[in-house]
Structures are given as structure tokens and as C-alpha cells.
């Protein structure tokens, strides 16, 4: 596996290879690969959907083994404009290997109507236009709320340093009342006051097809704004 930016993508590549409760193992490859895999390869697994990690570094260079587990990889790379982070994968998306997959979510009709996106349920399209996808907590679940705080707190830290590593134009957190619980109690929808990982940071309406209060023009107005935000190297 490659030790760089790469990483990500070919680990999406290993979690479509394998089914669930498969154990890999993985031999990281690249200059300085001790402080390499210090920094990146657990938050890497994780994000890719995988458990039970363990790395192993010496002057021969790194290794890990892990089991795919039940969850959707991240879609990212370097120089994304935008970053979108759910709270965590419904177990169709995880099944299927899309985010935000249920046919009543509005997610890909709004980043489509918007302009980010040229098709809907299409990551590896969604990432070339420069939009990709992750999600503060990679356990898959029927609802949100079975989540626990901690694994809330543990996401977020994650974010945050691929947000740093990856350097994304800017960071859309798709829905407010989980961005209140995980990132920022008195968040209100929009642009955000502190950046999130040296990005700007936007939140958004759940784009979930139970949140009755945000029309998918509202949406599409937001995934437009929260795009218009990015800065930097993230930028097209």
C-alpha cells in the first residue's frame, strides 16, 4: 500500500475486495514509513471500514492487519473541494457501498442539482468532480441514535487530522443536529464561526427524507454555499 495520499483510495479499493469479517493484512510501502503509519494508517483503516487494527512498525517498515467490517470506506483524496461528512452509514449504505443510499435521501439530488456532482449515487464521479465523502462515526447502524458519545468524540478527533492531512477546500457537515452533538452545541445551520481543521466549516440540514423542514432547494442553496466556501489548495 502505498505511504501517502494514495492510501485512502486504495484501501476503498481492499474493503470492495473483501466481504465482511474478512482479515487482511497490509505492508506499507514509500519513504519514512514508521512515522508514516504513526500518523495515518489506523485513521486510514478506520476510515476505509475496518476494526480490530493492529500495527505493527520497525526498521523493515510497517504493518497491520485489520477485518473488514460492516461500513462504508471513505471516498477522499488530496485537493478535494469539498468535503462532505455524514454522521454515520445507514446500513443500506453500507450494504451497497454509497453513502447516503436510501432512496428517500435527497443528498445526491441537491449535490446534483447544485452542479457538484455530474451523477447521483456515483462516488468515484462525486470524487473526480472534487467531492468526497466520510462520516464522523464508521460504525453502521439502522438510526443515528445508537451511537455512543465516545465514538462521537473519536470520530470528530479523526476528521479533523484527515481534514489536516487531505487539506480540503472546505468541510460540509450534512446534518445539524448531529454536528451539535459531536463538533458544536450551538451550532445553527451555515457557515461556521471556527474553522474545523484549518478549513472552513458549513453544516447543513439532514438531507435524510424524514427532515420535513428543508425543501431540496434549500439544500441545493447550501451544498452550493458550503462549496463556495472552500479556499486554498482544495480549490479546482
Known amino acids: 500500500m502505498p505511504a501517502d495520499g494514495r492510501a485512502p483510495e486504495a484501501l476503498r479499493a481492499l474493503h470492495g475486495r473483501t466481504s465482511v469479517n474478512q482479515e487482511v493484512a497490509l505492508r506499507v510501502v514509500g519513504p519514512d514509513r514508521t512515522r508514516w503509519a504513526a500518523r495515518h494508517l489506523v485513521d486510514c483503516l478506520v476510515g476505509a471500514g475496518f476494526t480490530d487494527i493492529a500495527v505493527a512498525a520497525s526498521d523493515a517498515g510497517c504493518f497491520a492487519t485489520a477485518v473488514r467490517a460492516r461500513s462504508l470506506a471513505d471516498s477522499v483524496r488530496p485537493g478535494l473541494v469539498l468535503l462532505c461528512v455524514g454522521l454515520n452509514p445507514s446500513l443500506a449504505a453500507a450494504d451497497s457501498g454509497v453513502a447516503y443510499a436510501t432512496a428517500t435521501n435527497r443528498f445526491w439530488p441537491a449535490a446534483v442539482a447544485a452542479g457538484l456532482v455530474p451523477a447521483a449515487r456515483d462516488p468515484d464521479?462525486?470524487?473526480t468532480a472534487g467531492i468526497g465523502l466520510t462520516d464522523l462515526v464508521k460504525r453502521a447502524t439502522p438510526r443515528a441514535h445508537h451511537l455512543d458519545p465516545d465514538?462521537?468524540?473519536?470520530?470528530v478527533a479523526r476528521v479533523e487530522r484527515l481534514v489536516r492531512w487531505l487539506r480540503p477546500g472546505a468541510v460540509a457537515f450534512v446534518g445539524l443536529t448531529?454536528?451539535?452533538v459531536a463538533v458544536d452545541a450551538g451550532a445553527v445551520v451555515g457557515p461556521q464561526p471556527r474553522s474545523f481543521g484549518g478549513r472552513p466549516a458549513y453544516v447543513l440540514p439532514s438531507t435524510s427524507g424524514v427532515n420535513a423542514?428543508?425543501?431540496l432547494a434549500d439544500l441545493v442553496g447550501h451544498l452550493g454555499?458550503?462549496?463556495?466556501?472552500?479556499?486554498?489548495?482544495?480549490r479546482r
Open 125 to 127: 464521479a462525486a470524487m
Open 151 to 155: 465514538e462521537y468524540r473519536a470520530g
Open 178 to 180: 448531529g454536528y451539535r
Open 213 to 215: 423542514h428543508a425543501r
Open 225 to 234: 454555499a458550503a462549496a463556495g466556501a472552500a479556499e486554498g489548495d482544495g
